[in-house]
């Protein structure tokens, strides 16, 4: 699960600058799509605004993660499988889980140990 390239464009948004990225996959495919800013103090680009949404290599929604202005988890955020379907919401109230629903359990792989 490589990534090739991201692209950044710069935008404005109340006042504040913030970069968009897309990041792909070796295969073309969107991996990470979201707008960042920098931390208090800090210029690194790395504090997530608004929806960061996350894509497995076939294509398919992994998540779509809410965050507030400053970099907290805040609102809903989904979780799905590899084949689409929501396996998991969860409410957080800046970086405090208020409320999670889970419609499926994450599959374990069974590993043979020798």
Same mark, same amino acid.
């Given at each position: 699960?490589?990534?090739?390239?991201?692209?950044?464009?710069?935008?404005?948004?109340?006042?504040?600058? %913030?970069?968009?990225?897309? =990041? #792909?996959? +070796?295969? *073309?495919?969107?991996?990470?799509?979201?707008? !960042?800013? $920098?931390?208090? &103090?800090?210029?690194?680009?790395?504090?997530?605004?608004?929806?960061?949404?996350?894509?497995?290599?076939?294509?398919? %929604?992994?998540?779509?993660? =809410? #965050?507030? +202005?400053? *970099?907290?988890?805040?609102?809903?955020?989904? !979780?799905? $499988?590899?084949? &689409?379907?929501?396996?998991?919401?969860?409410?957080?109230?800046?970086?405090?889980?208020?409320?999670?629903?889970?419609?499926?359990?994450?599959?374990?792989?069974?590993?043979?140990?020798?």
């Amino acid at each position: 699960m490589s990534k090739l390239r991201t692209e950044v464009v710069f935008v404005e948004r109340n006042g504040r600058t %913030l970069s968009k990225r897309t =990041s #792909y996959y +070796e295969n *073309g495919q969107i991996a990470q799509i979201g707008l !960042y800013g $920098n931390g208090q &103090g800090q210029w690194s680009w790395k504090v997530p605004v608004g929806v960061e949404k996350s894509y497995f290599e076939n294509g398919q %929604l992994e998540s779509e993660i =809410s #965050y507030n +202005e400053a *970099g907290s988890k805040d609102g809903e955020s989904y !979780y799905y $499988n590899k084949n &689409g379907k929501l396996i998991r919401k969860c409410i957080h109230s800046n970086d405090v889980l208020v409320q999670e629903e889970v419609f499926e359990l994450p599959v374990i792989e069974k590993v043979k140990l020798t």
